[in-house]
């Protein structure tokens, strides 16, 4: 099979496509033949050897894939041969095949399609995990995304839209606000002509937002903490900017606000059961069409180091995907 392979941590572009041997099904595991590998912030965050764990050279790297099952070990039982699956791997999934233990492959409705499903997971389980389990959001409420043309910001308008939330979307360009209108956020505001405070004040009635969800960073931070109401929560979801702002604590302790940091993939990990839970939730919502997962800027394989690249300077909107 063929996998974009990471040799030596630096940029993107040290990244080579490779031969390497097929995985094999052993017992209570999985092989899956890759439709779709999801790109996102954190694999670039791997290669760069700037993630907090560090695997040794070389390595596979990509996170999250959809595709079909195509062998089963003795003793699985969740998944069979030609269910069209999810899978949450860590590592290993800008490949043609991956290898995976059962519980981390979970079926897709019919309606779903591999580009989508395989940029589903991190976006979508982090913005339920921020807004409700986190932030303790309330229908009704008001809420900021800030880098709403993002994977992560559409994901959040989506999710806080089915949730009851009266969402406003921020975004640099007239693409990303048009996508944050389409996915249902209420109202946008252009972060590059628009005081962020004044404007979240004014489409709030005067009274600031509820809630932020800030996966971005930068020098938006604090006028994004300026904009929240009396008992507003501030939620820390990452920092694709590159910049880690620094917040006046004054500003928090006024009217009573929070800042509340989500880091989903390390409770995912400590409570699988729980994520399970949540994933299964995000997905029957699909299902049952009250969450819609945007399409994603596709690549193919030998593109992954244009893909990353495109995903760091925030060139496209959405999610990105690579397709072997």
């Not at 995304?145 to 089915?162: H, Q, R, W």
């Not at 009266?166 to 249902?184: Q, Y």
């Not at 990353?308 to 496209?316: E, P, T």
């Amino acid at each position: 099979m063929r996998a974009v392979v990471c040799t030596e941590l630096g940029p993107p572009d040290l990244l080579t496509v490779e031969e390497q041997a097929d995985p094999v099904a052993s017992p209570g595991r999985v092989v899956v033949e890759v439709h779709a590998a999801g790109v996102n912030y954190v694999d670039a965050l791997f290669i760069a050897g700037q993630y907090q764990i560090k695997p040794p050279l070389p390595f596979v790297p990509g996170s999250e894939v959809a595709g079909v099952v195509r062998e089963v070990g003795e003793g699985v039982t969740r998944v069979a041969v030609g269910d069209r699956v999810l899978v949450s791997c860590g590592l290993g999934g800008f490949a043609e095949q991956v290898g995976v233990g059962e519980a981390q492959a979970t079926t897709i409705p019919d309606d779903l399609d591999f580009a989508r499903a395989a940029t589903f997971t991190q976006s979508y389980c982090t913005a339920l995990f921020a807004l409700r389990d986190r932030a303790g959001m309330v229908p009704g409420e008001s809420l900021l995304v800030l880098g709403a043309g993002g994977g992560v910001g559409l994901a959040a308008i989506d999710v806080g839209v089915a949730l009851g939330l009266d969402v406003i979307g921020a975004a640099s360009t007239a693409e990303k606000r048009e996508a944050a209108l389409t996915m249902g956020a209420r109202a946008v505001i252009d972060t590059t002509t628009e005081d962020l405070k004044v404007r979240s004040r004014e489409l709030t009635d005067g009274s600031g937002v509820d809630l932020v969800l800030d996966p971005v960073g930068g020098d938006l931070a604090e006028p994004a903490l300026r904009a929240l109401g009396y008992r507003g929560r501030y939620v820390v979801i990452g920092f694709a900017g590159g910049a880690i702002p620094r917040l006046p604590l004054n500003q928090v302790l006024l009217k009573n606000r929070s800042v509340v940091g989500v880091d989903w993939g390390a409770w995912g990990m400590q409570h699988p059961a729980e994520n399970q839970g949540l994933l299964d939730e995000l997905l029957h919502r699909v299902d049952a069409g009250t969450l819609h997962p945007s399409a994603p800027t596709s690549f193919r394989f030998d593109q992954a180091a244009e893909a990353l690249d495109a995903l760091l300077g925030r060139q496209v909107t959405g999610k990105v995907v690579l397709v072997p």
